[in-house]
């Protein structure tokens, strides 16, 4: 019986065994073929990375004599799948390189434009542009114009430029089965020029948002990144948002269309209690700032400002704030414009009054990229407090930047 009863437990585990054996012969490879990230020699180099279906743009610090050997990629590709650069060829300031991507069962495979630009803020931005991200519009920028370093430009109208991000993707987390439009940020045929404008408008988190004392989200649009990279998105929202490009100028003032309606009651995320009677008003900025600075002090070692530096940071030089210029009409604008488009030019300032900022610019520094500038809108001036009024619309077009020829 003894016998029989070891050789009954020996067959099962021998059965046990192949079956096991079996199933690891039979998993089935990945048959997925993507670039899923992107890194270079000289990571501090890149500005931004957008992968898109069988394309890629890599935006990065303007490229030196040696460019090839900073960039120097690696492609992270889908779990056992291989990639080959099967071509690569330089266009004057961009570097392209062709590389294809093939699946872990080697039935599938992609080939991946990937496009190497140095980055470059556009004057102008008419937001006529608009991608669908998931369930939310990114704006970006069809075509792009390089200037040289002898002052000639080229012309790129192959590149598209997501040079601008908004909180879309935190307010995704509360926006179970909402469309576009219901975002905070989106676009809308209501514009001062062309075919589109940028829509922002405050929106209410519900009662998830509100249990996490966050029970509004300002529509906002900035020159910069959201990412919850690094953080974690639910606590620290403030820091995912990433302002700030690498700028080779020295920024004078910028130019801004704009249409506001104000909601009637202003929430405060301590208590979501209401405060009738008490206006909401519009943010509407620009920040210019020493980005080796900010990337030193920036606990996660990025170049850029977030939401809870943005004005406090000791890496910056010079502001544009509408709330804060000295035309007092501008000022009661940003309150509400009657549904008509206001036009503004709001100029830079000193941190510090007594010191002109363009004297704390080093010329070497700014060729090399090490300052920044971010753009911002909102609709809600302490949106990134939770505080502002639902329903509050601002609308915005055509922003011209200027800048020291």
């Not at 004599?65 to 071509?87: C, D, K, L, M, R």
């Not at 676009?187 to 408008?201: E, F, I, M, R």
């Not at 020159?223 to 700028?247: C, D, Q, V, W």
Request: glycine share 6%; aromatic share 14%.
């Amino acid at each position: 019986m003894k016998k029989q009863t070891r050789f009954f437990f020996l067959f099962c585990g021998l059965l046990l065994a192949f079956f096991m054996t079996s199933c690891i012969k039979d998993e089935k490879a990945n048959v997925e073929c993507d670039i899923e990230d992107i890194t270079v020699a000289q990571e501090d180099l890149i500005t931004y990375i957008k992968i898109d279906r069988n394309r890629a743009t890599v935006s990065m610090k303007r490229k030196s004599s040696n460019f090839e050997e900073e960039i120097n990629p690696t492609y992270i590709v889908s779990e056992g799948a291989t990639y080959t650069i099967e071509n690569q060829t330089d266009q004057d300031a961009v570097h392209i390189e062709y590389v294809k991507v093939t699946s872990e069962d080697k039935q599938y495979s992609k080939t991946y434009t990937v496009i190497y630009t140095p980055t470059e803020i556009p004057e102008y931005f008419g937001f006529e542009y608009w991608s669908l991200d998931g369930k939310y519009e990114k704006s970006y920028e069809h075509g792009m114009t390089i200037t040289n370093s002898d002052g000639t430009t080229e012309h790129y109208p192959e590149i598209d430029l997501y040079l601008w991000d908004s909180g879309n993707l935190g307010f995704s987390a509360v926006a179970s089965g909402k469309g576009a439009k219901d975002y905070p940020t989106f676009s809308t045929d209501d514009a001062h020029s062309g075919s589109k404008a940028a829509k922002l408008v405050t929106r209410k988190t519900g009662t998830l948002g509100a249990s996490l004392g966050k029970p509004i989200a300002a529509g906002n649009i900035f020159l910069g990144e959201f990412s919850g990279k690094g953080i974690n998105l639910m606590s620290e929202p403030l820091k995912a948002t990433r302002f700030g490009y690498p700028y080779d100028k020295i920024p004078t003032s910028f130019d801004v269309y704009f249409k506001y309606t104000p909601g009637t009651y202003a929430y405060t995320g301590e208590t979501f209690t209401t405060r009738e009677g008490t206006p909401d008003f519009c943010a509407i900025y620009a920040v210019f700032f020493d980005n080796v600075k900010a990337k030193a002090e920036n606990p996660l070692n990025i170049p850029t400002l977030d939401g809870s530096n943005v004005f406090t940071s000791s890496s910056i030089i010079a502001i544009a704030n509408l709330h804060t210029c000295d035309n007092a009409e501008y000022r009661q604008w940003e309150k509400g414009t009657d549904g008509e488009w206001k036009f503004v030019n709001i100029p830079f300032k000193s941190v510090d009054e007594n010191v002109d900022y363009r004297t704390l610019i080093d010329p070497e520094r700014l060729k090399k990229q090490e300052y920044s500038l971010t753009i911002v809108c909102c609709s809600s001036y302490y949106g990134d407090f939770f505080e502002g009024a639902i329903d509050s619309e601002l609308t915005v077009d055509d922003i011209t930047i200027h800048y020291e020829k």
